[in-house]
């Protein structure tokens, strides 16, 4: 059974956006694919970003064994910077950063999902004041 996909909190995504870590990139890339699931249920096309995650989106023919007729792939980096509206789709894919495959591919209408001034700003541990 796949896992499932639930976008992280608020503050845990803008701490993430601001120090960048590969865990970080690994929590923002399953988070981002969460707020698509979301805003795009459905089982038609399969975007991945490996190597930490992959989700099936938009309403459509299901797929359910081998290689779907639908299929994005890009970086994680790529996937993050799309999400938060640092890339365009269109930029994205003159590039060469997605790779995309069959009908209903054009996540264009659906991005950016967040951006930087969508996430609340950090909580400092030590004195719990709002960073500016």
């Known amino acids: ?3 499932r996909l639930r ?3 608020p503050s845990a995504v803008a701490q993430a956006l601001e ?9 923002l890339t399953k988070h981002f694919l969460a707020v698509l699931v979301e805003r795009a249920p459905g ?4 975007v ?9 989106v938009i309403e459509g023919a299901r797929h359910t064994r081998g290689t779907p007729p639908a299929v994005i792939e890009t970086d994680p980096t790529t996937w ?3 999400a ?16 995309a495959s069959g009908e209903r591919t054009d996540l264009s209408a659906y991005l950016p999902l967040s ?4 996430t609340p700003p950090a909580v400092t541990e030590t004195t719990n004041k709002i960073e500016d």
């Open 7 to 9: 976008p992280a909190a």
């Open 115 to 118: 951006t930087r001034e969508d």
């Open 19 to 27: 120090h960048r870590t590969a865990a970080d990139d690994k929590l």
């Open 48 to 56: 991945r970003v490996p190597p930490y995650a992959a989700a099936q």
């Open 43 to 46: 089982r038609s096309v399969e």
């Open 80 to 82: 993050i910077a799309l």
């Open 84 to 99: 938060t509206g640092e890339l365009t789709w269109a930029d994205a894919l003159t590039r060469g950063r997605i790779t």
């Open 1 to 3: 059974m796949p896992v």
